[in-house]
């Protein structure tokens, strides 16, 4: 095989290639290297590598299989993070001069991967300090969609979605707080699984190089990326239960066993109150309740009966009062400052949880748009956008996202198919908290039915 073609492969395939010695770790990570040097220069994805540890790694790996060694389940891959992820040695910045640090020690997600054989090579691109839809920040500059360059990759996991879809990782893992692990899957056409809040823990996830309280304790989540629902798998196994540090994160569930589409409830809605859907977003939703239906799965259109503007601004709120509460210049109300708001406003929240809840006592998984709208050309932050000619506020674009993190549910972004300018589209499946396991399953059995195409790589790729 080609050392290109390496690049190509899912994690799990290049593990097991690893495995058998049908190849090196050395070339593997080479292999991805070269890959980087040939298209980041366009797209401006991996942004901080560290090649001699890297390598370093690798070799240890190969001695490992030499050896005899059990290998983990990603032993010798070659792998990116999202910047703000902590990798002992590696530069890390979230975007923002104030932040531009060497981590001294690994998060628990890094942990978990090297434990599992992983050899983390690098960060992928983020706008600063988390906080956009697109992924543009004053230290590495502008991410790039790999299907087209002058359109943005989202974020604010742009750099890993598009690192993952254009084959310079296989395998990533990013945050997702407003949408940011689903919208940039939906504009570069990958996978990506937003875990039930507190699956996954945050330890060594946006650690600020000062003391000071972690004030963001609920609705932001850690989750993969990839080309592969398989990798979703693996990545989800090897990173969910708790680490004792992260005090909030519980024992996983056991996954759930495959079930045929024909016994699948499903719900689905191309739209949602208050938003503005582009046609041909809406038409894939509405192609695969069609098509499953088709197939034998029970499905109907229905949204949980809750009050949609009540729940936008109760996250808007929320949102602002977790990542603003520590700064001083923040625009807070004088109420959001207090305990007893944040109380009221974490029962407002119990409730909108729980109807969600008793929605998925009688449906397996909602299919929704990913996103209002397919990948724009870049622009200033808060720019409005067109929307099949229609003038939308920037900040619109992961209104069909945020009820996930408002309420902690599950949702896996899966590409569903192309517009009419060749870009790609994605859905969003969501399930019960704790269903993330299951998500994966109903994405595979859509895309067994041929509804969901998989992954295709970009025309450049």
């Not at 990958?190 to 003391?211: I, S």
């Not at 192609?287 to 499953?292: K, T």
């Not at 229609?390 to 996930?404: D, G, K, N, Q, T």
Request: with cysteine; charged share 25%; glycine share 10%.
């Amino acid at each position: 095989m080609k050392k290109g073609m390496l690049c190509d492969l899912p994690a799990r395939a290049l593990a097991e290639k690893l495995r058998r010695r049908e190849v090196s770790a050395v070339e593997a990570l080479d292999a991805h290297l070269q890959r980087i040097e040939d298209r980041n220069p366009a797209l401006h994805a991996v942004v901080s590598v560290d090649v001699k540890r890297a390598r370093a790694s690798a070799r240890a790996a190969d001695a490992a299989l030499r050896r005899g060694d059990a290998p983990g389940p990603l032993h010798g891959v070659p792998m990116t993070l999202k910047d703000g992820l902590e990798v002992a040695g590696l530069r890390t910045t979230l975007g923002s001069p104030a932040l531009d640090r060497v981590a001294t020690e690994d998060g628990t997600v890094a942990a978990r991967l090297r434990a599992a054989g992983a050899v983390i090579f690098g960060h992928t691109n983020v706008p600063p300090w988390l906080g956009d839809h697109q992924s543009n920040n004053p230290i590495f500059g502008r991410t790039g969609n790999p299907w087209d360059p002058r359109r943005t990759a989202g974020g604010s996991s742009g750099g890993a979605a598009a690192a993952v879809a254009a084959g310079m990782t296989p395998l990533e893992i990013g945050s997702d707080l407003v949408g940011s692990l689903r919208l940039p899957a939906h504009f570069c056409g990958v996978y990506a699984l937003k875990t039930t809040e507190h699956r996954v823990p945050l330890t060594g996830f946006f650690r600020l190089p000062f003391p000071a309280p972690r004030s963001v304790r609920i609705m932001s989540t850690l989750g993969p990326i990839a080309r592969d629902l398989g990798d979703l798998e693996i990545a989800l196994s090897l990173l969910s239960g708790p680490d004792g540090r992260d005090t909030d994160v519980p024992p996983a569930p056991p996954a759930p066993p495959e079930r045929p589409l024909r016994e699948l409830r499903l719900a689905a809605s191309p739209t949602l109150p208050g938003a503005t859907i582009a046609a041909s977003v809406r038409r894939q939703v509405e192609r695969i309740a069609a098509e499953a239906a088709a197939a034998g799965a029970r499905v109907e259109t229905r949204l949980p009966d809750l009050d949609w503007e009540a729940l936008g601004a109760l996250f808007g709120d929320l949102v602002a009062t977790i990542t603003g509460i520590f700064a001083p210049d923040s625009e807070l109300r004088d109420e959001q400052r207090t305990l007893a708001w944040y109380l009221e406003a974490l029962d407002r929240r119990d409730r909108f949880i729980a109807a969600w809840e008793a929605y998925f006592d009688g449906v397996d998984a909602l299919v929704l748009p990913a996103a209002i709208a397919n990948a724009f050309t870049h622009r200033d932050a808060g720019a409005p956008l067109d929307v099949d000619g229609r003038r939308v506020p920037y900040w619109e674009i992961a209104r069909p996202l945020v009820s996930c993190n408002l309420t902690g549910h599950p949702a896996l972004a899966a590409p569903a198919g192309l517009d009419g300018d060749g870009l790609p589209i994605g859905v969003q499946i969501v399930g019960p908290r704790w269903s993330d396991a299951r998500l994966v399953c109903i994405a595979r059995a859509l895309e067994q039915a041929g509804i969901l195409p998989g992954f295709r790589p970009p025309p450049k790729a």
